[in-house]
T-cell receptor
Framework: GENVEQHPSTLSVQEGDSAVIKCTYS??????FPWYKQELGKRPQLIID?????GEKKDQRIAVTLNKTAKHFSLHITETQPEDSAVYFC????????FGAGTRLTVKP | EAGVTQFPSHSVIEKGQTVTLRCDPI?????LYWYRRVMGKEIKFLLH????????ESGMPNNRFLAERTGGTYSTLKVQPAELEDSGVYFC???????????FGSGTQLSVL
């Protein structure tokens, strides 16, 4: 089955800096790679996703890149703000998703 | 549109007791998933329903866990008897189709003492 590794487990950045979270996956059949954000006390919510037929997708300050050959994908947040502070989860799969262990991002004002 | 709802939000029980968690998916979502997150670890897949049928239950830890989705609407996850290592946050999620966007519930924080 699919196995997803996520790094780093914690990340602290200064407001305005960029943040990058990386994930690797094991199953070459996986074709869908979503990212979820879980704010404190709230449910995980989808923030961006990418399918295997594209290498990069951007939505305002967040972007995701995918390297299918190397089986890794990354989340990039630019111009970070305190409200970006949360736990971020990557996931990979074909029909059913498997998740990484999460990255706790702290953006310091 | 109502989101995925889970009940209870918190449950504290003693080892050996029974607990039943409930999930109400978004109306019309045939796909329902149970996940568990132990502190600091991944959101681990437990099982997947398509309507009332168990599509994949490969993530269920052992036979102390029983999930049902009678009628293909809400689902329950029963742990009997609970052990200390069952503690964690149990998430339910639903989607319109397999491989589509997952909508999560707020989770049930289970503490087994």
């Amino acid at each position: 089955g699919e196995n997803v590794e996520q790094h780093p487990s914690t990340l602290s950045v200064q407001e305005g800096d960029s943040a990058v979270i990386k994930c690797t996956y094991s199953d070459s059949a996986s074709n869908y790679f979503p990212w979820y954000k879980q704010e404190l006390g709230k449910r995980p919510q989808l923030i961006i996703d990418i399918r295997s037929n594209v290498g990069e997708k951007k939505d305002q300050r967040i972007a995701v890149t995918l390297n299918k050959t190397a089986k890794h994908f990354s989340l990039h947040i630019t111009e970070t703000q305190p409200e970006d502070s949360a736990v971020y989860f990557c996931a990979a799969g074909n029909n059913d998703m498997r998740f990484g262990a999460g990255t706790r991002l702290t953006v310091k004002p | 549109e109502a989101g995925v709802t889970q009940f209870p939000s918190h449950s504290v029980i003693e080892k050996g007791q029974t607990v039943t968690l409930r999930c109400d998916p978004i109306s019309g979502h045939d796909n329902l998933y149970w996940y568990r997150r132990v502190m600091g670890k991944e959101i681990k897949f437990l099982l997947h329903f398509v309507k009332e049928s168990k599509q994949d239950e490969s993530g269920m830890p052992n036979n102390r866990f029983l999930a049902e989705r009678t009628g293909g609407t809400y689902s329950t996850l029963k742990v009997q008897p609970a052990e200390l290592e069952d503690s964690g946050v149990y998430f339910c999620a639903s989607s319109q189709a397999r491989g589509a966007k997952l909508f999560f519930g707020s989770g049930t924080q289970l503490s087994v003492l």
